[in-house]
């Protein structure tokens, strides 16, 4: 997997971009994601949180885009966590790729050999393991 224009940050809760660190975990809520299966592209969307911590000159969304998608899997919520809790990232990272079916966790903030699949874990419980060729982000 290909990182074109950004990093994992070292403590695996933000994007680097254009010398500027963007943290997923405190100052951006996670909101949705598109699965185009016939372009094998997926987007996952943020955008910045209401608060004074944050940044005034954060951008107001954040858009990872991932292309070539060959793996794609998610996990559920834990149904005993708050709702609250589905669009907060708690880590992005790369796992190995033998262990294409534990869910969550993470070995690298950068792609390695054998470790390229990226998993996101959230608050709630909710995982999203990919497998991809590229990974961009589009700042607004």
Not at 58 to 84: A, G, M, Q
Request: with cysteine; hydrophobic share 35%.
């Amino acid at each position: 997997m290909k990182l074109n224009n950004f990093k994992i940050a070292d403590d695996n809760i933000a994007f680097e971009y254009r010398d500027k660190y963007f943290d997923l975990h405190n100052c951006f809520d996670f909101v949705s994601l598109n699965y185009d299966i016939s372009q094998k592209l997926l987007k996952l969307f943020w955008i910045k949180t209401e608060g004074d911590w944050v940044s005034i000159d954060s951008p107001k969304n954040i858009v990872l885009i991932v292309s070539d998608v060959y793996l794609f899997k998610t996990k559920e919520r834990d149904k005993d966590k708050p709702y609250t809790e589905d669009d907060c990232l708690s880590s992005i990272g790369f796992v190995f790729n033998e262990e294409v079916d534990k869910m969550g966790g993470y070995f690298s903030n950068v792609p390695e050999k054998d470790c390229t699949h990226l998993s996101l874990e959230f608050e709630s419980g909710f995982v999203l393991k990919i497998g991809a060729k590229y990974l961009e982000i589009s700042v607004n």
